[in-house]
């Protein structure tokens, strides 16, 4: 059974900084590209970052360049998310997405909220 647990989100203030985790099981992690989403309230879920199974590529949508790192660790199956200079408009809730055997799946979000 495919799982991904996402953790990491907290309240923080304009121009600070979290790191998110989405721990991955039930399937061959080293195997899958990973990505992150976000939604916020009242808005779709948009792409953040996305990540190639070896780590050795990632992409970010135009809007997300500059600020946000995806990075993975194939050893312990986990994928990261650094965001950094955080503005009011990241508050979201983010998701760890994975594509495996055809099959999507996502985790249950963990929620960040910048505010001063």
């Known amino acids: 059974q495919v799982q991904l647990v996402e953790s990491g989100g907290a309240l923080v203030q304009p121009g600070g900084s979290l790191r998110l985790s989405c721990a991955a099981s039930g399937f061959t992690f080293s195997s899958s590209p990973m990505s992150w989403y976000r939604q916020a309230p009242g808005k779709g879920r948009e792409l953040v970052a996305s990540i190639t199974n070896t780590g050795g590529s990632t992409s970010y949508p135009d809007s997300m360049k500059g600020r946000f790192t995806i990075s993975r660790d194939n050893a312990k199956n986990t994928v990261y998310l650094q965001m950094n200079s955080l503005k009011l408009e990241d508050t979201a809730m983010y998701y760890c997405?994975?594509?495996?055997?055809?099959?999507?799946?996502w985790g249950q979000g963990t929620q960040v909220t910048v505010s001063s």
């Open positions: 997405y994975a594509l495996w055997r055809g099959l999507y799946y």
